[in-house]
């Protein structure tokens, strides 16, 4: 799993490429997300496009980080979901509580709507 960082305005998007599986990934994700929230940068935006398999374990963490950011007033907001990762989230009934987003665009602009 390769994360990269980049910031428009109070915003952090991570660019996720590689598996995201609780052997590959997952462990790398929640450190870097805890030290967004530790800097107090909590809108945070994840591009899944670069994700080709994300393993229920993985769903769990990604649950547990928009636990996080709620927790610390922000928002953690999903772009580029791949079919197969909109199915998991789907049966899993978790498609509820993300903000999904087909562009970085609308992701972006969803903060200032609700800003």
Do not use: C, W, Y
């Amino acid at each position: 799993m390769q994360i990269t960082e980049r910031r428009t305005q109070d915003v952090v998007v991570l660019d996720l490429k590689g598996r995201l599986t609780v052997d590959d990934g997952a462990q790398l994700l929640r450190d870097k997300f805890n030290s967004l929230i530790a800097t107090d940068r909590a809108k945070v935006v994840l591009n899944l496009a670069g994700v080709p398999h994300v393993d229920s374990g993985s769903l769990g963490e990604l649950v547990s980080l928009l636990v996080a950011a709620r927790q610390a007033k922000g928002s953690l907001k999903l772009f580029g979901v791949t079919r197969r990762v909109v199915e998991l989230l789907t049966i899993t009934k978790l498609i509820t509580e993300f903000d999904t987003f087909d562009t970085e665009r609308e992701a972006l602009e969803s903060f200032m709507v609700t800003a």
